[in-house]
């Protein structure tokens, strides 16, 4: 079987498009484990002020992340790209535990192997207070944003 994760390196910008919505699409599932298959088994991570590397503690990140960020839903938008690295802007929803809502904004460089695996992830993040009015992202929780739902840059953000 193999461990090819297409579209692979280099990158077009067809295929760079293809491989940001992908992403989109399993963290939107919201399974930590589904999620840790794009990673190569060693890959390192900075996601806000946390350093971690491997499948075992993107698993275990990915986990914590969702029990905490509920009715969590993403977009993500191809920012750049060049031959095994894409660069993405994002916004996600999210209500806390308390039930005020959230939008998240942010950035992520990617770097990529020849199999198509993301070997290096580093994020930049802010949250904002949202008002429950505000949200914009309405699609069901667990399932990938619909193909007819309005972009990061359509919705001005």
Do not use: C
């Given at each position: 079987?193999?461990?090819?994760?297409?579209?692979?390196?280099?990158?077009?910008?067809?295929?760079a498009?293809?491989?940001?919505?992908?992403?989109?699409?399993?963290?939107?599932?919201?399974?930590?484990?589904?999620?840790?298959?794009?990673?190569?088994?060693d890959?390192?991570?900075?996601?806000?002020?946390e350093?971690?590397?491997?499948?075992?503690?993107?698993?275990?990140?990915?986990?914590?992340?969702?029990?905490?960020?509920?009715d969590?839903?993403?977009?993500?938008?191809?920012?750049?790209?060049?031959?095994?690295?894409?660069?993405?802007?994002?916004?996600?929803?999210?209500?806390?535990?308390?039930?005020?809502?959230?939008?998240?904004?942010?950035?992520?460089?990617?770097?990529?192997?020849?199999?198509?695996?993301?070997?290096v992830?580093?994020?930049?993040?802010?949250?904002?207070?949202?008002?429950?009015?505000?949200?914009?992202?309405?699609?069901?929780?667990?399932?990938?944003?619909?193909?007819?739902?309005?972009?990061?840059?359509d919705?001005?953000?």
């Amino acid at each position: 079987m193999s461990t090819d994760r297409p579209p692979l390196p280099p990158f077009t910008l067809e295929t760079a498009r293809i491989k940001v919505r992908a992403a989109e699409d399993g963290w939107n599932s919201r399974n930590p484990e589904r999620v840790s298959l794009a990673y190569t088994e060693d890959s390192r991570w900075r996601n806000r002020r946390e350093f971690f590397q491997g499948r075992p503690e993107i698993v275990a990140f990915l986990t914590r992340k969702w029990a905490n960020e509920r009715d969590y839903r993403l977009i993500k938008e191809l920012w750049a790209f060049t031959d095994n690295r894409i660069a993405v802007r994002f916004a996600y929803e999210y209500q806390d535990e308390s039930g005020l809502w959230f939008r998240a904004y942010g950035n992520e460089n990617w770097e990529f192997d020849q199999r198509g695996l993301m070997r290096v992830r580093y994020a930049s993040i802010n949250d904002l207070p949202l008002l429950p009015e505000a949200r914009l992202f309405h699609w069901p929780v667990g399932s990938a944003r619909p193909l007819d739902h309005p972009g990061l840059s359509d919705l001005g953000l």
